[in-house]
């Protein structure tokens, strides 16, 4: 039979399905999680350019034919596979199938260095090794061998494990170890498979199928070794000092993200000390709910109003938020937007510029002409030249004052209970007069200029430019056209729920966004990240379905949680705080060097994953 180009396939030869390659993909990654393919690709086939010319190969070159004339011990042949096994496999294992031990079954299954002899069987030569089935012999970089274990042939299936930990190889036959063969391996051996008589045929599974041999269970019993080393290391008699540490770092984390009753109730426990003031945890939680919860204009407001020239100092963060409120705009969660998309039954018929949006915009109520249309201004954070501004009035508890008040014509005052995750919130009831301390995240926002033109009687669930708490997280399906019905079923969209003002101030908001964008050209260079950025979130408007829509992933709710850490961050950067939490920095170090144990091959990195330690 001629020999094949490489990667080519006979006519009629069955291709690797997609489900098949995804079976392969989910197993090598639970047996192998500490590798990173990127770097060092996992052996998945046989190498159809690294074999000697008396090896045929098919089956997705897993398959291995002997072609030669099989007369003595120069017509042997082997082939390498198409990768060596990364040291961050920690424990490495494949097995082979005799499908036809030929003429005199002189095969061998084992490991080889790059370059070694392909015209021999693995073993024969330093750096090869080899188990060989017409005798039973391990071979180890010797043409002598060594009594190891039975004889294999047809229907047998053998199986190598490669022990990166402590750099031994042992062997199975039909799912039963054998015992170590080899000690003292050097890195970066390949699985290798050599033949050397007619008629001998055999199969490789480098995870294509599940094993015979239980090697997850043998995996196991080696991550218990690992993890019990670690569990078991002295401290001595720092062990006080390192509970202070992490005691530390614990409530750093909490403060961090906000937490402020359970850090109070953490720091309380284990008689640590905040080093920020409550007042100050509790104003970046506002801020940080207003991110996630698409409301980024408000977002910034509020952040010029707690932390003045904060933004200015941080112009690519500035224009990450304007960037970020343009896509809410679109996605009909930014309150510039929502407060012209919600109106009452009365105002249904009206232009939404006119007078009738609110009874309070009687006499003051200004427009904004673009493209011959007036639409009204609700003005959250980009200034609009020359143009009153129409916009949300947030009140935030100053660092000096504990307690806010709202008068009987004011919007009523939300309180938020604090909460760790979005689904474990329940709302306050309404008050006039509230203090700080009823809760962590009490947060009032006033709308001194409109009420959205909805009556204390609607049905709406915006009332005044305010969500109710359970709410804050989620989108607002019912009130603006987010395209999702109650049952599931989607429906078509509509920009801004087709609401002419709404898209006019999205499109004005577009330009200020766009000037923005051309002075921080003209002051700090060209940004292509900014480009990218500002191209991104235009290209969203230029598709009917933004939703579904090549650069859709922008709308992701999820998209908004690096922009709200970064903000954080900076926040606290400003007050000089540390801007990453230290417990956050340790993992991240911890981590890397795990990583960094792959890289100088040591095996007992894959069982050391910090994620284990984590769960």
């Not at 996992?42 to 034919?65: A, F, T």
Request: overall charge negative; hydrophobic content about 30%.
């Amino acid at each position: 039979m001629a020999e094949l180009g490489a990667g080519s396939l006979p006519l009629g030869e069955p291709v690797f399905s997609y489900q098949q390659e995804q079976e392969l993909n989910e197993r090598l990654k639970r047996l192998y999680p500490a590798v990173n393919e990127e770097e060092t690709p996992l052996p998945r086939s046989w190498s159809p350019k690294d074999k000697y010319s008396y090896i045929g190969l098919s089956q997705n070159n897993l398959r291995v034919h002997y072609k030669g004339h099989g007369k003595n011990h120069k017509d042997a042949a082997s082939v390498r596979a198409t990768h060596p096994i990364p040291a961050a496999c920690g424990i490495y294992y494949f097995e082979v199938k005799i499908v036809s031990k030929g003429r005199d079954g002189y095969m061998g299954i084992g490991l080889s260095a790059q370059g070694v002899n392909m015209n021999r069987l693995p073993g024969w030569d330093k750096h090869s090794y080899g188990y060989h089935g017409d005798d039973g012999h391990s071979f180890c970089s010797s043409g002598t061998g060594q009594p190891y274990g039975p004889t294999f042939t047809t229907g047998d299936v053998i199986g190598c494990c490669v022990n990166l930990i402590n750099n031994t190889c042992f062997y199975t036959k039909n799912g039963i170890s054998l015992g170590v063969a080899f000690t003292d391996l050097p890195p970066n051996l390949y699985p290798t498979v050599g033949l050397q008589t007619p008629g001998e045929i055999v199969d490789a599974n480098f995870g294509q199928q599940p094993f015979v041999f239980d090697i997850e269970d043998y995996m196991s019993e080696w991550r218990a070794k690992i993890h019990g080393m670690i569990a078991s290391f002295p401290i001595g008699e720092r062990l006080g000092e390192w509970q202070a540490v992490l005691q530390n770092m614990v409530s750093s984390y909490l403060v961090h993200h906000g937490y402020c009753a359970t850090a109070t109730a953490f720091a309380r426990a284990t008689e640590t000390t905040i080093q920020e003031d409550q007042t100050s945890i509790k104003n970046r939680q506002r801020i940080q709910k207003l991110v996630l919860a698409g409301r980024v204009g408000e977002a910034i407001e509020a952040t010029q109003q707690l932390y003045p020239g904060l933004l200015e100092r941080n112009p690519n963060l500035l224009f990450m938020l304007k960037c970020r409120q343009f896509v809410e705009m679109v996605n009909g969660t930014d309150s510039e937007v929502r407060c012209l998309t919600v109106r009452s039954p009365k105002s249904q018929d009206s232009y939404p510029g006119s007078p009738n949006l609110s009874p309070r915009h009687a006499a003051s109520s200004t427009h904004i002409h673009g493209g011959g249309a007036e639409s009204p201004t609700c003005n959250n954070g980009v200034a609009t030249p020359n143009k009153a501004k129409i916009h949300s009035s947030i009140k935030y508890p100053s660092a000096s004052s504990s307690t806010t008040s709202s008068t009987s014509s004011s919007p009523s005052s939300i309180n938020y209970s604090e909460s760790n995750s979005s689904d474990s919130t329940k709302s306050q009831p309404h008050s006039t007069n509230s203090t700080q301390e009823t809760s962590d995240s009490e947060m009032e926002i006033e709308a001194e200029h409109y009420t959205n033109g909805v009556v204390e009687g609607s049905s709406a669930r915006i009332m005044n430019g305010t969500y109710r708490h359970e709410e804050i997280l989620q989108p607002d399906d019912n009130s603006i056209c987010n395209g999702v019905t109650e049952d599931g079923r989607r429906n078509s969209k509509q920009l801004c729920a087709g609401n002419q003002a709404a898209t006019e101030r999205m499109i004005q908001f577009g330009r200020e966004l766009q000037a923005l964008s051309e002075q921080l050209c003209h002051d700090y260079g060209t940004n292509t990240t900014h480009k990218k950025m500002l191209q991104d979130a235009f290209s969203l408007l230029a598709y009917s379905d933004p939703w579904n829509c090549p650069v859709g992933q922008q709308l992701d709710p999820t998209q908004r949680e690096s922009l709200c850490s970064a903000l954080n961050s900076a926040i606290l950067e400003s007050q000089n705080l540390p801007k990453q939490p230290p417990l956050m920095l340790a993992l991240g170090q911890a981590t890397e060097c795990v990583q960094l144990m792959a890289r100088v091959r040591s095996g007992s990195c894959s069982f050391a994953r910090i994620d284990n330690f984590l769960h």
